[in-house]
């Protein structure tokens, strides 16, 4: 791994699939210009607010989410993540997918999300993801970059489950990607916390771009899209506006953390 610029960049994506590419090229373009090498795209990037309509969409919303991180990737000269958008599956469901393209529009990594968000929160929202969505089977892969280090993959939810994160340092994981489209009731207590948690104990860099803002007349996610380097300290903050959060990953500063603290070498368990 060699030290370069990592971007996690935060939307307000809408159920329009042409307004939500075209903004997310826009932000993919200003991370470029900022000297981002790798640039990672936040849950539901494609299309948020209307669950019907994402659903009664997905073969579509797959299609062009797809093209599009490979052509993206393949213009910019990056190795591009989408964080998650629907893919059709059996029985009429679909996949909550997460795909990372290499610059040569090549599939690194795909993920199907495995912790689904059926949540009833106590601000009237009530969220069910497995009523059309089949949790993916595997635990995620780390893919190992030569330029970038080794990479591991989960979406939103994940998060909260901290074994999925140990499997990943346990592979090797240098830096662990969370894309996200976390609720604003639930992001305003848990989600930077979360996050530092799983940097700390895992030594691990995280990138986690976010969505922010109200996606439809009920729907609000928290934003704060972070970078956080392997001692928990958070690098970049998005705040709550569309744009981006961008940090070096430094090798150097990712050894000295892990030969400063070496956890991961002192597991029992």
Request: with cysteine; aromatic share 8%.
């Amino acid at each position: 791994m060699k030290s370069y610029l990592a971007a996690a960049l935060q939307m307000t994506s809408l159920p329009d699939l042409a307004k939500n590419l075209a903004q997310a090229e826009e932000l993919i373009d200003l991370a470029v210009r900022r000297g981002a090498k790798l640039v990672t795209l936040p849950e539901n990037f494609s299309f948020l607010g209307d669950e019907t309509a994402k659903y009664e969409q997905a073969a579509d919303i797959c299609t062009a989410s797809e093209k599009f991180l490979k052509t993206m990737a393949q213009r910019y000269q990056i190795t591009l993540l989408g964080g998650g958008y629907p893919v059709p599956a059996d029985a009429g469901r679909v996949y909550n997918t997460a795909l990372l393209v290499d610059a040569s529009g090549d599939v690194l990594m795909r993920y199907e999300k495995v912790h689904l968000f059926d949540v009833n929160l106590p601000d009237g929202n009530f969220y069910q993801e497995s009523k059309t969505v089949t949790s993916g089977q595997q635990l995620p892969d780390v893919y190992p970059d030569k330029a970038l280090g080794y990479l591991g993959l989960s979406v939103c939810y994940d998060v909260r489950f901290p074994e999925l994160y140990r499997h990943l340092s346990h592979s090797g994981a240098e830096v662990l990607m969370v894309p996200a489209a976390f609720t604003a009731f639930t992001g305003k207590d848990h989600w930077q916390v979360l996050l530092q948690a799983r940097a700390i104990e895992n030594t691990c860099y995280v990138i986690a771009p976010a969505q922010t803002g109200f996606h439809n007349a009920r729907r609000q996610s928290h934003g704060h899209a972070l970078v956080i380097d392997p001692w928990g300290v958070i690098l970049a903050d998005a705040g709550s506006a569309v744009g981006m959060a961008i940090a070096e990953v430094n090798p150097a500063r990712l050894a000295q953390v892990r030969r400063q603290m070496p956890a991961l070498e002192h597991r029992v368990f």
